[in-house]
């Protein structure tokens, strides 16, 4: 049995590598940062992070994160429940939630676990949920682990939307779920249109904004704030793991409710360690500094380009992600417009 299975698992692994899927994994020598050092000392333009605002490496952040490992040791050892909040948990979920202008925030360690743990504790089989079909594997895997009856619409189309409320009509709740910002494609979710159709048809709203919250947005609140619906999001998911220092660590934020029912019956809050409080005391001073400021969200010049392979994007979908930060300056930015360049070139003449 044993020897079979490896079998199979070596099969499918030469399937990958014949499809040129196979991914490799190229190591990084330096902190994460606009100019990275790479295996064998060669620096390179980095425009492959989720580092938007080039917190990674904040001289400010760090320094938070190295008084906490003073203050408040390395880590906790135990689920939120048992031993495992401190005071900086607790501030971290309040900054959040006035960041935000939400009720209430809960925090997870990654969004992937925000999304796992949401569908399955509110939603049962008398309920329904209405997903863009092409949101986050996070959402769609918190789906599946949910019993309610599952409804797709067309990517960002109010009027398919509109339609798979009706057909989920005797549904006891409907939530409808969409990303805030897509990240393969760039699209920033009809969030009025979404909200006007959910008080249409009496449905709840939820989105995953682990691709805006921190600079989407005239202060970076995020898709909400740049929608102009703050206040009538009833739940938003996010990470702390991209423009709030790219380290790890999510939330969920919304109705105080919801956040207290999470709370009692979560799975991956209830069963996860605590995030580190080294982290939670840096994402605490990166919400301080974008609170105070815009000026790393303005520098952003307003760019937002994005790519990738199956089973990232779909077969025959694949493209070039390039994540511009604002750590990034214009003559980077133009030496990656002309690299690009070189490159289309040189493949046209082959």
Request: aromatic content about 8%; charged content about 25%; hydrophobic content about 40%.
């Amino acid at each position: 049995m044993v020897a079979e299975f490896e079998n199979q698992v070596s099969q499918t692994l030469e399937e990958i590598k014949s499809q040129g899927l196979f991914k490799t994994e190229r190591v990084i020598t330096s902190p994460q940062d606009a100019h990275i050092a790479i295996t064998g000392g060669k620096r390179v333009l980095n425009m492959c992070a989720n580092n938007y605002l080039g917190l990674a490496d904040h001289p400010a952040l760090i320094a938070a994160a190295k008084e906490a490992l003073d203050t408040h040791g390395f880590g906790m050892a135990s689920v939120r429940f048992i031993c495992g909040t401190q005071d900086i948990h607790t501030q971290l979920e309040a900054a959040l939630t006035k960041f935000l202008g939400t009720e209430e925030t809960i925090l997870y360690p990654s969004c992937f676990d925000a999304n796992g743990g949401l569908f399955e504790t509110l939603l049962t089989d008398k309920d329904a949920v209405i997903s863009d079909e092409l949101n986050h594997a996070s959402i769609i895997d918190g789906i599946r682990l949910c019993k309610a009856r599952r409804f797709r619409y067309k990517h960002n189309d109010m009027a398919d939307l509109e339609a798979q409320l009706r057909a989920a009509k005797d549904a006891r709740f409907r939530l409808i779920a969409t990303d805030g910002c897509f990240s393969m494609d760039g699209t920033i979710a009809n969030l009025a249109g979404i909200c006007e159709l959910a008080e249409k048809y009496n449905a709840l709203t939820m989105i995953d904004d682990a691709h805006a919250t921190g600079f989407l947005g005239e202060t970076g609140r995020g898709t909400h704030e740049y929608r102009g619906v703050m206040g009538k999001i009833d739940i938003i998911t996010g990470t702390l793991g991209k423009a709030l220092g790219g380290a790890s660590g999510g939330f969920t934020s919304g109705r105080k409710e919801i956040v207290d029912l999470l709370r009692q019956r979560s799975r991956p809050y209830l069963f996860s360690n605590t995030i580190a409080p080294p982290v939670v005391a840096a994402s605490l001073k990166a919400l301080e500094l974008l609170s105070a400021s815009t000026e790393l969200r303005d520098k952003l010049e307003g760019v937002y380009v994005i790519g990738f392979f199956y089973p990232v994007v779909p077969h025959g979908t694949a493209r070039v992600r390039t994540q511009v930060s604002a750590a990034h300056s214009r003559e980077d930015l133009e030496f990656a417009v002309n690299a690009f360049a070189e490159v289309n070139e040189e493949l046209k003449s082959l």
